[in-house]
């Protein structure tokens, strides 16, 4: 006969050990559990997981390559990827010098070379090996990091400046003077021309002709309203949109004048990422998640269909070349409370919540009782072989 199985204390703590490991595999394909990035083609009437391979919790800023769409990066509480087939394979990028979460991601015009924004600075890719630069001071840990039509420039915003790179990273030159706090919590760069640059600063928008070296006010017909975002118009130069109070206001002058598109969205108060609209579709992430509306903001749905539900969705970007192929990003953990942690200088360990810790107390009980078992028995065992040894 075979000789009968037995379950040691070892083996016993190897299979549930396995058993959890498998689990959170599992999980990790679950879209209403989980955060994650996500994409649409079809102006966001249908959405699939852009990563259902690997685990992310927190999908927190996306960069798509003006040169090649397949090539993406993507910004993570737990670090840096790179895609170059759309989503489908990512391969972990500078973890040698980024070490935490990252923040904001951004490639330049020729669609290789790339910036990353981590919790202490600001790195640079020449193509696939990184390297840290010198960081402004008070950008870090960066709020916005946008690139332009330039090859070179690009604007990073953080908690105390807003600077203007034309060396791509190399050198800055500060650009938040005659802006509320000197600093920008939202950027956006006309594609066509570079020098056009229009910021959200103290709750207000603000336009620059000429990168940032002088500001006006534009919000005029807002009565006093504290923008959240705002967001270019890619078919029409002079067009804009921004979301204050989750009521979205649209503009045909470059700001000079807004006006009310539609009714607020129905959940009240809400606090909201971004904004993208594609002909009358449009789309808008919150802290309660992402919603939708099909006719210029008449009526809004909350999209839940093979999204995380209830979870924060704190990333919407649009793909150069298709305006109807947008990237929405949740997160367990919003990318606002991590830049907060970040910048009070909280280590990845604050991110634990009370399951987690529970969760990590009750393996390391389960491993000491293990351990104590096999001991135990091996005590045991030494014990009678020893009495039975011959004198």
């Known amino acids: 006969m075979p000789p009968r199985a037995t379950r040691s204390p070892l083996g016993v703590l190897v299979l549930t050990l396995l058993l959890a490991l498998t689990r959170g595999e599992s999980l990790s394909h679950d879209a209403s559990a989980w955060g994650g990035l996500f994409r649409t083609r079809d102006a966001g009437a249908t959405w699939l997981p852009v990563n259902p391979a690997s685990f992310v919790s ?22 840096l990827s790179r895609s170059r087939n759309a989503g489908r394979d990512w391969v972990p990028e500078a973890r040698d010098v980024l070490v935490g979460p990252a923040f904001a991601v951004a490639f330049d015009v020729d669609g290789e070379r790339a910036l990353a924004a981590g919790a202490t600075g600001i790195f640079r890719s020449d193509g696939d090996r990184w390297r840290p630069l010198r960081v402004p001071v008070g950008t870090a840990p960066a709020w916005a990091l946008v690139s332009s039509a330039t090859r070179g420039r690009v604007y990073v915003s953080g908690p105390a400046s807003l600077h203007r790179s034309d060396d791509w990273g190399e050198s800055w030159v500060a650009i938040g003077g005659g802006l509320p706090g000197g ?5 956006v760069v006309d594609p066509n021309r570079s020098e056009q640059i229009v910021v959200v600063a103290g709750g207000r928008v603000w336009a620059s002709a000429d990168a940032g070296g002088s500001w006006q006010l534009r919000d005029r017909g807002l009565s006093e309203r504290e923008i959240d975002v705002v967001a270019l118009d890619p078919s029409d130069s002079n067009g804009l949109w921004c979301v204050a109070g989750g009521q979205v206001f649209r503009t045909d002058d470059q700001g000079r004048r807004w006006r009310a598109l539609g009714v ?3 959940d009240q108060p809400i606090v909201t990422h971004g904004i ?13 998640g992402l919603y939708r509306s099909a006719d210029d903001g008449a009526r809004w749905s909350l999209l839940s269909d093979n999204l995380p539900a209830h979870l924060d969705a704190g990333l919407l970007t649009r ?8 990237y929405a990003g949740f997160a367990l953990t919003s990318r606002r409370e991590l830049l907060r942690r970040a910048a009070e200088g909280g280590s990845p360990l604050a991110r634990l919540d009370l399951v987690n810790v529970a ?11 293990g351990a104590g078992a096999v001991i135990k028995r091996l005590a045991r065992t030494h014990y009678r ?7």
């Open 58 to 79: 927190g999908a927190l800023a996306v960069a798509v390559s003006p040169v090649e769409p397949q090539h993406l990066l993507l910004a993570t509480d737990v670090g």
């Open 183 to 187: 600093r920008a919590s939202a950027i």
């Open 264 to 266: 607020p969205l129905p």
């Open 276 to 288: 993208v609209v594609a002909d009358h579709v449009i789309l808008m992430a919150t802290d309660r």
């Open 319 to 326: 793909e150069p070349q298709s305006p109807t192929t947008i």
């Open 359 to 369: 969760g990590g107390l009750a393996f390391l009980a389960l491993l000491l009782l």
């Open 385 to 391: 072989v020893s009495r039975s040894a011959p004198r």
